[in-house]
């Protein structure tokens, strides 16, 4: 999604990150090859899996469970 984002902005002409800025969410570490390099929301993919997968465990065995927050980071790009 975020590659397709960038070629249909440079097909209208726009420049980034002069004119339009883009953040993608969990931008695959290949995609840090494309210049401009991508500004990324990271996620704690394995551990949001894994919480997933114990949340889902304690509901079908009728336990409660718990809201969660997990922390994020941003890896700057040249994109923002």
């Given at each position: 999604?975020?590659?397709?984002?960038?070629q249909a902005?440079?097909?209208?002409?726009?420049?980034?990150?002069?004119?339009?800025?883009?953040?993608?969410?969990?931008?695959?570490?290949?995609?840090?090859?494309?210049?401009?390099?991508?500004?990324?929301?990271?996620?704690?993919?394995?551990?949001?899996?894994?919480?997933?997968?114990?949340?889902?465990?304690?509901l079908?065995?009728?336990?409660?469970?718990?809201?969660?927050?997990?922390?994020?980071?941003?890896?700057?790009?040249?994109?923002?």
């Amino acid at each position: 999604l975020t590659t397709g984002v960038l070629q249909a902005v440079r097909h209208l002409g726009l420049d980034v990150p002069q004119r339009l800025r883009i953040v993608g969410y969990d931008v695959d570490s290949v995609l840090r090859l494309i210049r401009p390099t991508f500004t990324t929301v990271v996620q704690p993919l394995e551990q949001m899996t894994s919480l997933a997968v114990e949340n889902l465990l304690r509901l079908i065995d009728g336990e409660d469970v718990d809201s969660v927050t997990l922390p994020v980071r941003l890896v700057t790009g040249e994109t923002a």
